[in-house]
């Protein structure tokens, strides 16, 4: 499975901007388990953004409920991130992940988010 991620930039708080993750490949259509957004910021671990499991059903971070919402276009295999009223906490580098259900993850490559106060 080969993930592209894409849509980071530069923003104001308060703004908003939309992730994209394309998934690829001969596996990237079954046995998938769950997408989700992971972030890193500068000198911090990764940590869980929020994810939407192949029922549909989704989970958030607390940090950032409320403000982001994650949807899937099936037909396109792709997974979004939509992220309104940005906070400057919110600049990290946001990496798009597949779980299967054989426990195995792919990660893609990252896409730099920066909030500007």
């Known amino acids: 499975v080969q993930l592209q991620a894409s849509g980071g930039g530069l923003v104001q708080a308060g703004g908003s901007l939309r992730l994209s993750c394309a998934a690829s490949?001969?596996?990237?259509?079954?046995?998938?388990?769950?997408r989700a957004w992971f972030r890193q910021a500068p000198g911090k671990e990764r940590e869980f953004v929020a994810r939407?499991?192949?029922?549909?059903?989704?989970n958030y971070a607390d940090s950032v409920k409320g403000r982001f919402t994650i949807s899937r276009d099936i037909r396109q295999n792709t997974v979004y991130l939509h992220m309104n009223n940005l906070k400057p906490e919110d600049t990290a580098i946001y990496y798009c992940?597949?779980?299967?259900?054989?426990?195995?993850?792919?990660w893609g490559q990252g896409t730099q988010v920066t909030v500007s106060s």
């Open positions: 992940n597949v779980h299967t259900v054989w426990s195995v993850e792919y």
């Open positions: 939407i499991i192949s029922n549909g059903s989704t």
């Open positions: 490949g001969s596996r990237s259509r079954s046995g998938i388990n769950s």
